[in-house]
């Protein structure tokens, strides 16, 4: 039993033989087509320039030292920069291409056209960059690729000198900027020093000492005065005020210790000495109040006189220490006040000394800088192949293109067979009528006149001499164009020159553009 793919191979087969003629010219036409198309386009030529980014030995010595731009940057925007549309413009100018371009929209399609033309490929690995550009004209795809190479790099070197010298002056400006508010700074701080200098210099630690001595002085004065006062009632039965001044009389002097005590009360506990000497001199003046009888005033008075010159020198002893403590907190509370004014002043002058530091290094990096760009010892471009004349054009492939077009009759050939074939709706086999549920009485097979098997045999001679021919003639047409020979490719052009081919063209181009 057969397989049903061998049958479907022969089916296809069958019917490719049956509309072989079909195939066969279908071919030849869409070939035709191919060939009077690829010699009606023009040659394009061209031309290639390779340059080397070659990074001196000097810019590896001075890394660190001097600012100069790095080959990665430079190779990074080299195809931007290429295909800007300023440096278009300026070598479409220089060579006179743009003269043919009348209003703004044809330059700009001049420019769009040239960069479309252009071909920039990096090797980045090697520091090399290739430069080609295809044009109908071989001397102007030579002379752009050498121009846009030479004005890309005085372009590069200008671009990088200007920004040295403008980073340079920059520099130069910020630094005489900064040197004169480090000179305020300095100022701030000299006078913050002559205004407050007394604060700057105390140390807290020792004023808190200072004042802990006076205090713990101002106690014993004032346990020396009390005990003097103490004497002094005890010998004359006189009282004394918080002055040093005499009360006369046991209850004066009660008055005046209960006074005593409520103060001290105030400020230590009932266990300390000097409380508890004022409660028990107190319980001894209550007694005596009764023991006791009225003291002479006379005797108070020649007592008094004794104690008078001690007790006031104490007074005036105390009320130093007094001014000395209020004096040393004053200073303990301005002290931090100042130091914090003396710590912003001071930072803000480190700051300017700080920035001013940094920009007197780069000043000096933007000096070697600018001396390394003076002198080329920088990254350079170095031309390796400038572009020179092309003898062959580079496109197009016409024998691609003739190929490509056979194939692709041979494909519309086949596609027409099986497409006519499934229109065909003439019965072929038996099979067909099995499938109807008609029963086949008899098969007819065909009959052949020989007459006509003589002319159907002559035609297909005369197809097959004719599709020989016009396959000899395609076939020549590629051996011209396999050695080079541009006699066709002439005489084609001759023809689409014509004006009135032309205008042909553009009839038919402006159709296209209107239907689609």
Same mark, same amino acid.
């Given at each position: 039993?057969?397989?049903?793919?061998?049958?479907?191979?022969?089916?296809?087969?069958?019917?490719?033989?049956?509309?072989?003629?079909?195939?066969?010219?279908?071919?030849?036409?869409?070939?035709?087509?191919?060939?009077?198309?690829?010699?009606?386009?023009?040659?394009?030529?061209?031309?290639?320039?390779?340059?080397?980014? $070659?990074?001196?030995?000097?810019?590896?010595?001075?890394?660190?030292?001097?600012?100069?731009?790095?080959?990665?940057?430079?190779?990074?925007?080299?195809?931007?920069?290429?295909?800007?549309?300023?440096?278009?413009?300026?070598?479409?100018?220089?060579?006179?291409?743009?003269?043919?371009?009348?209003?703004?929209?044809?330059?700009?399609?001049?420019?769009?056209?040239?960069?479309?033309?252009?071909?920039?490929?990096?090797?980045?690995?090697?520091?090399?960059?290739?430069?080609?550009?295809?044009?109908?004209?071989?001397?102007?795809?030579?002379?752009?690729?050498?121009?846009?190479?030479?004005?890309?790099?005085?372009?590069?070197?200008?671009?990088?000198?200007?920004?040295?010298?403008?980073?340079?002056?920059?520099?130069?400006?910020?630094?005489?900027?900064?040197?004169?508010?480090?000179?305020?700074?300095?100022?701030?701080?000299?006078?913050?020093?002559?205004?407050?200098?007394?604060?700057?210099?105390?140390?807290?630690?020792?004023?808190?000492?200072?004042?802990?001595?006076?205090?713990?002085?101002?106690?014993?004065?004032?346990?020396?005065?009390?005990?003097?006062?103490?004497?002094?009632?005890?010998?004359?039965?006189?009282?004394?005020?918080?002055?040093?001044?005499?009360?006369?009389?046991?209850?004066?002097?009660?008055?005046?210790?209960?006074?005593?005590?409520?103060?001290?009360?105030?400020?230590?506990?009932?266990?300390?000495?000097?409380?508890?000497?004022?409660?028990?001199?107190?319980?001894?003046?209550?007694?005596?109040?009764?023991? $006791?009888?009225?003291?002479?005033?006379?005797?108070?008075?020649?007592?008094?006189?004794?104690?008078?010159?001690?007790?006031?020198?104490?007074?005036?002893?105390?009320?130093?220490?007094?001014?000395?403590?209020?004096?040393?907190?004053?200073?303990?509370?301005?002290?931090?006040?100042?130091?914090?004014?003396?710590?912003?002043?001071?930072?803000?002058?480190?700051?300017?000394?700080?920035?001013?530091?940094?920009?007197?290094?780069?000043?000096?990096?933007? $000096?070697?800088?600018?001396?390394?760009?003076?002198?080329?010892?920088?990254?350079?471009?170095?031309?390796?192949?400038?572009?020179?004349?092309?003898?062959?054009?580079?496109?197009?492939?016409?024998?691609?293109?003739?190929?490509?077009?056979?194939?692709?009759?041979?494909?519309?050939?086949?596609?027409?067979?099986?497409?006519?074939?499934?229109?065909?709706?003439?019965?072929?086999?038996?099979?067909?009528?099995?499938?109807?549920?008609?029963?086949?009485?008899?098969?007819?097979?065909?009959?052949?006149?020989?007459?006509?098997?003589?002319?159907?045999?002559?035609?297909?001679?005369?197809?097959?001499?004719?599709?020989?021919?016009?396959?000899?003639? =395609?076939?020549?047409?590629?051996?011209?164009?396999?050695?080079?020979?541009? =006699?066709?490719?002439?005489?084609?052009?001759?023809?689409?020159?014509?004006?009135?081919?032309?205008?042909?063209?553009?009839?038919?181009?402006?159709?296209?553009?209107?239907?689609?």
């Amino acid at each position: 039993m057969s397989d049903p793919k061998d049958l479907d191979i022969r089916k296809y087969l069958a019917i490719a033989y049956r509309r072989r003629f079909l195939i066969i010219f279908a071919t030849i036409a869409v070939t035709i087509g191919a060939t009077l198309y690829s010699l009606a386009l023009k040659n394009m030529y061209s031309s290639s320039s390779t340059v080397f980014i $070659e990074e001196n030995v000097m810019s590896s010595l001075m890394q660190g030292v001097a600012v100069t731009p790095s080959m990665d940057a430079k190779i990074r925007v080299l195809t931007t920069a290429m295909q800007s549309r300023t440096m278009l413009q300026q070598v479409l100018r220089d060579l006179n291409m743009d003269l043919h371009a009348r209003t703004d929209a044809e330059l700009e399609g001049l420019i769009n056209n040239a960069r479309q033309r252009m071909d920039i490929r990096l090797r980045a690995r090697d520091g090399l960059f290739i430069i080609s550009f295809s044009h109908e004209n071989p001397r102007e795809a030579r002379d752009f690729v050498n121009t846009l190479v030479r004005r890309y790099i005085e372009q590069n070197i200008s671009a990088d000198r200007d920004d040295t010298y403008a980073a340079f002056g920059f520099l130069a400006e910020q630094i005489e900027i900064h040197r004169a508010r480090l000179e305020e700074a300095d100022a701030a701080v000299l006078e913050l020093r002559i205004r407050k200098g007394d604060l700057l210099n105390r140390d807290p630690g020792q004023l808190l000492e200072q004042i802990a001595m006076a205090e713990d002085r101002l106690q014993e004065l004032s346990i020396r005065r009390y005990e003097l006062l103490s004497s002094a009632s005890s010998e004359a039965a006189l009282a004394f005020d918080d002055q040093g001044l005499p009360m006369s009389g046991h209850q004066g002097r009660l008055n005046m210790l209960q006074r005593k005590l409520a103060e001290l009360q105030l400020r230590y506990g009932p266990s300390y000495p000097e409380v508890v000497r004022v409660k028990a001199e107190m319980q001894m003046l209550e007694k005596g109040l009764y023991d $006791e009888g009225a003291v002479n005033v006379d005797t108070q008075t020649r007592i008094s006189s004794v104690f008078d010159v001690q007790l006031q020198e104490l007074r005036l002893q105390e009320q130093r220490l007094r001014r000395m403590i209020q004096y040393y907190n004053e200073l303990l509370e301005n002290i931090p006040v100042a130091q914090a004014e003396f710590a912003e002043v001071q930072h803000k002058r480190s700051e300017q000394q700080r920035v001013l530091e940094q920009l007197m290094g780069r000043y000096g990096q933007a $000096e070697i800088s600018r001396q390394m760009e003076l002198q080329d010892k920088t990254t350079t471009f170095r031309i390796v192949d400038p572009a020179i004349l092309p003898t062959n054009p580079s496109s197009p492939n016409r024998l691609m293109i003739i190929l490509l077009g056979m194939l692709g009759g041979l494909g519309a050939g086949v596609g027409m067979s099986l497409g006519l074939n499934y229109l065909d709706r003439s019965v072929r086999h038996v099979d067909t009528l099995k499938e109807l549920g008609l029963p086949v009485l008899a098969v007819v097979p065909e009959m052949l006149n020989p007459a006509n098997v003589r002319k159907m045999h002559f035609r297909n001679l005369l197809l097959y001499l004719l599709a020989a021919a016009f396959f000899m003639l =395609i076939v020549g047409v590629m051996l011209l164009e396999f050695m080079g020979s541009t =006699i066709l490719y002439d005489y084609v052009q001759n023809i689409v020159q014509r004006p009135e081919t032309e205008s042909a063209i553009g009839y038919m181009k402006g159709l296209y553009r209107r239907i689609f």
